[in-house]
């Protein structure tokens, strides 16, 4: 179902720990992108890569960092230092060129108390 | 950055009639606008998108217009049905979508039976 994978479903985590979410294709897609996404909003994008070893910042990547090890693979770590960590967060992977379209994984609800 | 304005925010039309989402961006340089649909609970999806060199684009009961000089582009549902019920995202971008959208902050379309 859509090559692209999100674990887990759901996240539960103490304040000021940090917490890895992970997203893995099997799409042979060269770029992966992670979108936040809170009620009543739009989604918003944390961090992209287009290809593996490279990653760039979007809009909001404060407080997030991530890797790109795999072609695989995109894991997000969400650090303490992000303020308001509880949200929807959803992976995506495109082929890479322009004009293509991106395919969401399930996503992950994270709930920080 | 491109911001990206979405209207309206709920949207509630009889089954059978039409409906129409309406987006506005800011970067005269996007070039690609996509629309995903995104059911409770569930991942979005692309239902349509649209380049900057068309005006308009029709998939059956979908079809997308775009006017690059009043930058704006508007979702247009004919005959609706119950499962068209859904919140539904706009997005634009520059290369393709190849460094990531950005979205509108979604419609949530109702269908009366």
């Known amino acids: 179902d859509g090559g692209i994978t999100q674990s887990p479903k759901y996240l539960f985590r103490k304040e000021g720990q940090n917490v890895t979410l992970s997203c893995e294709q099997n799409?042979?897609?060269?770029?992966m992108y992670w979108y936040r996404q809170d009620p009543g909003q739009g989604l918003r994008l944390i961090y992209y890569?287009?290809?593996?070893?490279?990653?760039q910042k979007g809009d909001i990547a404060e407080g997030y960092s991530v890797s790109r090890e795999k072609k695989e693979s995109f894991p997000l770590t969400v650090t303490s230092a992000q303020k308001n960590p509880t949200a929807f967060y959803l992976c995506?992977?495109?082929?890479?060129?322009?004009?293509?379209?991106?395919?969401f994984g399930q996503g992950t609800r994270l709930t920080v108390v | 950055g491109e911001n990206v304005e979405q209207h309206p925010s709920t949207l509630s039309v009889q089954e059978g009639d039409s409906a129409v989402i309406k987006c506005t961006y800011s970067?005269?340089?996007?070039?690609?606008f996509p629309w995903y649909k995104q059911e409770l609970g569930k991942r979005p999806q692309l239902i349509i998108d649209?380049?900057?060199?068309?005006g308009e684009k029709k998939d059956q009961r979908i079809a997308v217009t775009l006017n690059k000089t009043a930058k704006h582009f508007s979702l247009h549902i004919t005959e609706t049905q119950p499962e068209d019920s859904a919140v539904y995202f706009c997005?634009?971008?520059?290369?393709?979508?190849?460094?990531?959208?950005?979205f509108g902050k979604g419609t949530h379309l109702i269908i009366q039976p």
């Open positions: 970067d005269s340089a996007s070039n690609y």
């Open positions: 890569s287009q290809i593996v070893n490279d990653f």
């Open positions: 997005a634009a971008s520059m290369r393709g979508g190849a460094d990531g959208l950005t």
């Open positions: 649209i380049r900057s060199n068309v």
């Open positions: 799409l042979n897609h060269d770029a």
């Open positions: 995506a992977s495109s082929i890479g060129r322009q004009n293509t379209e991106a395919f």
